[in-house]
C-alpha cells in the first residue's frame, strides 16, 4: 500500500474517532427562554406544543396570526376558541386588547403567561391594569448561574407553590420545584373580583397568586405569571409537569390557539424550512468540528504532498529569428553558384509585388502600358522617370532573357537600383 493511502486512511479514522468522542461528550444546553415552536432548548416550546397538541381534548395549534386576525376568523367561521399567548413579555396594543375583548364576549378565553414588563414603552401591563384591574411585578428571575452556586452551596433553592383547594376540576396540591422558575406575581385591584387559582411562598413566607382569572363577557381573561412553565423544560420536568397540566386545564374546554406574535425576541425567519446537507452539518456542534478537522487535515495533506511532486521549472529562452540569416544564406549560395540571373528575377518578382501591395501600380500586367506605370511611379517617388525607366528596362531585359548569363557588377546594380525605388516608397 502507497504511504498516501495510508495516511490519507490514517486522517480518517482520526476523524470518526474525533466525531464519535464529540458526540459522548456533554450537550451544553442554552438556557434562554425564546418560546419558539421550534425551539428544542429547555426554555423552548417545541415539546411544550408537541405535549399539548396530543394531551387537549378539543385541539390545539400554534400560528403566527395576531389578536385581532384571530377574532376576525372568529367571526368568519362562528367557531369560537381560546387564545393562549405566551412569553417574558408580551406587547399589547389598543387594538390587540378590541380583539381580546371580541373573543371573551363571544365566550372564548384569553390566557396570558407573562412576566412583568421592563420596557417604558410596553403598554401591555397599563392595559391589564386599566380594563381589568389585574397587572404583575417582579420578583426576581430566572438565572442557571445563581442555580449552579445554590446548589454548591446547599442554599435553599426550592419554591413551594400551591394549587388552591376546590378551583378546576382538581384537589389542592402542593409543588416544589427550583425558584426562579415563578419570577413574578400577580397585583389585583380590589375593585375586581378575580379568582386565585395559585400562589407561591417562599422561606415559609405567602406570596401572593401568580394565576388569576376573571369573568368577562361569556368568556373569561386568564394573567398567569409563570411563562418559564411553559416551556419544554415545564413539561418534562416531573416536579413542574402536574401544575402545567392543571394550568392548561383552565382552557382546555375549547380548541387552544397559541399565537407567537407577541412574544419578544421571535426571530422573523422561517425556522420550518428543511436544511440543508451543510445547514445540518453546521447545526450539529459535534459534526461541525469533524467538518472542520476535516478540511484542516486536507489542507495540510495538499500542502506537504505538493512540496513533495514540485519540480523547478527551467527557464525557457525566447526563440531567435533566423529569417534573416537564412535569407543570406540562400542569397550566397545563388551567389557562389554564379546563378545572377535567377537572382535578378526572384528580386524583381518581390519588386513588382511590393510596388503592387504600395502604390496600386501593377508592373507585370502586360495590358498596361509600361511607360504609363513609369511615370505613376515617378510620380510617386520623386524620381526621375528616366532613372526608373532605366532600371526597369533593363531588369525586363534580363528576366526575358534568362539563358544570357550578365556579371555580378551588373545584378548588383539592377538590384541596388530596384531597393533605391523601393526606399522611397
Not at 397587572?135 to 442557571?144: E, L
Not at 442554599?155 to 422558575?181: A, C, E, I
Not at 504532498?305 to 549560395?333: M, W, Y
Request: proline share 2%; aromatic share 8%; charged share 25%.
Amino acid at each position: 500500500m502507497k504511504s498516501n493511502v495510508k495516511i490519507i486512511l490514517l486522517f480518517a479514522v482520526f476523524v470518526v474517532l474525533m466525531f464519535v468522542i464529540q458526540t459522548r461528550m456533554p450537550v451544553a444546553f442554552k438556557w434562554e427562554p425564546t418560546f419558539r415552536h421550534n425551539d428544542g432548548e429547555p426554555l423552548g416550546c417545541m415539546v411544550f406544543d408537541s405535549v399539548m397538541t396530543k394531551s387537549l381534548p378539543n385541539g390545539y395549534k400554534i400560528t403566527q396570526h395576531s389578536l385581532s386576525s384571530i377574532a376576525q376568523e372568529m367571526d368568519s367561521t362562528g367557531k369560537v376558541r381560546n387564545v393562549l399567548v405566551v412569553g417574558q413579555e408580551i406587547l399589547l396594543s389598543e387594538n390587540d386588547n378590541k380583539a381580546m375583548k371580541s373573543i371573551m364576549k363571544k365566550g372564548g378565553k384569553v390566557m396570558l403567561v407573562m412576566s412583568t414588563s421592563y420596557d417604558n414603552k410596553n403598554m401591555t401591563d397599563s392595559l391589564l391594569r386599566a380594563d381589568y384591574g389585574m397587572g404583575t411585578y417582579a420578583q426576581g428571575f430566572f438565572s442557571v448561574s445563581v442555580l449552579t452556586e445554590n446548589l454548591e452551596g446547599n442554599g435553599y433553592m426550592n419554591d413551594t407553590v400551591y394549587w388552591h383547594d376546590g378551583t378546576g376540576n382538581y384537589p389542592q396540591s402542593v409543588y416544589r420545584f427550583y425558584k426562579g422558575l415563578i419570577d413574578s406575581g400577580l397585583e389585583v385591584s380590589d375593585s375586581v373580583k378575580v379568582k386565585a387559582f395559585a400562589s407561591k411562598s417562599y422561606a415559609s413566607h405567602r406570596i401572593a397568586k401568580f394565576i388569576g382569572v376573571r369573568k368577562y363577557g361569556k368568556g373569561q381573561i386568564i394573567l398567569c405569571a409563570a411563562p418559564l412553565l411553559c416551556t419544554n423544560y415545564g413539561v418534562l420536568s416531573k416536579d413542574t409537569r402536574g401544575l402545567v397540566f392543571r394550568m392548561m386545564s383552565l382552557v382546555s374546554d375549547r380548541e387552544v390557539v397559541r399565537t407567537e406574535v407577541y412574544c419578544k425576541g421571535i426571530l422573523d425567519e422561517n425556522t420550518n424550512e428543511e436544511k440543508t446537507l451543510l445547514g445540518l452539518i453546521t447545526s450539529n456542534k459535534p459534526l461541525l468540528w469533524a467538518w472542520r478537522l476535516m478540511g484542516i487535515t486536507l489542507i495540510v495533506f495538499m500542502i506537504f504532498n505538493a512540496r513533495r511532486r514540485q519540480k523547478v521549472i527551467p527557464v525557457i529562452e525566447r526563440p531567435r529569428n533566423h529569417s534573416l540569416e537564412f535569407v543570406k544564406l540562400i542569397g550566397t549560395l545563388f551567389y557562389h553558384n554564379h546563378n545572377h540571373v535567377d537572382l535578378v528575377s526572384k528580386k524583381f518578382a518581390l519588386f513588382k509585388e511590393d510596388i503592387l501591395k504600395k502604390t496600386g501600380i501593377d508592373l507585370g500586367d502586360e495590358t498596361i502600358d509600361l511607360e504609363d506605370s513609369i511615370q505613376l511611379l515617378s510620380h510617386r517617388t520623386g524620381m526621375k522617370s528616366g532613372d526608373i525607366r532605366s532600371v526597369i528596362v533593363r531588369t525586363l531585359q534580363v528576366v526575358n532573357s534568362k539563358d544570357v548569363a550578365i556579371e555580378a557588377e551588373k545584378m548588383i546594380s539592377l538590384i541596388d537600383g530596384m531597393n533605391d525605388i523601393q526606399k522611397l516608397l
